[in-house]
């Protein structure tokens, strides 16, 4: 797995949120940006595990992605932050990123990687990116497929 194009495929997963009327569209990225338009997904950091099975036949990755949303009135902010984490719905960040799971039989990202999983949420808190605060979480995927491609 190529982990530079697992990570574009996931930010271009998360583009198929929709948000409320009247919130901004959300922006996303493959990599963590120098600075954001709220709201904003990006992929940060990941681990990779190799060898998960012989002769090069899998790896893991574990990618720590996350969302900012402009904390212009912190109540609100918080709910659409709260619609994005949410595991289903328009919003939804998960159910906008398992859909890259493909159909049953496919490869999950277009053909990048075997499966993918959102696993969890955390660090649901203030942020500061490029000297800006903004409310935001964490979100963990872990991507699964060919050690050897």
Do not use: N
Not at 99 to 104: F, I, T, W
Request: charged letters at 20%; hydrophobic letters at 40%; proline letters at 4%.
């Amino acid at each position: 797995m190529q982990p530079s194009l697992i990570r574009e495929a996931i930010a271009g997963a998360a583009r198929a949120v929709v948000l409320p009327t009247g919130v901004a569209k959300l922006t996303t990225t493959g990599y963590v940006p120098d600075s954001v338009q709220a709201p904003h997904f990006f992929v940060g950091e990941y681990e990779q595990a190799y060898d998960r099975a012989m002769a090069r036949g899998l790896d893991e990755l574990t990618f720590t992605c996350r969302v900012l949303v402009s904390r212009a009135d912190d109540r609100s902010a918080q709910r659409i932050l709260d619609d994005m984490l949410a595991g289903a719905g328009p919003a939804s960040l998960k159910a906008a990123i398992e859909a890259a799971r493909g159909a049953p039989g496919e490869y999950a990202l277009g053909g990048l990687a075997h499966d993918l999983h959102v696993q969890r949420v955390q660090g649901y808190r203030w942020y500061e990116h490029a000297g800006v605060s903004y409310v935001g979480a964490e979100l963990t995927i872990k991507v699964i497929g060919e050690g050897s491609s």
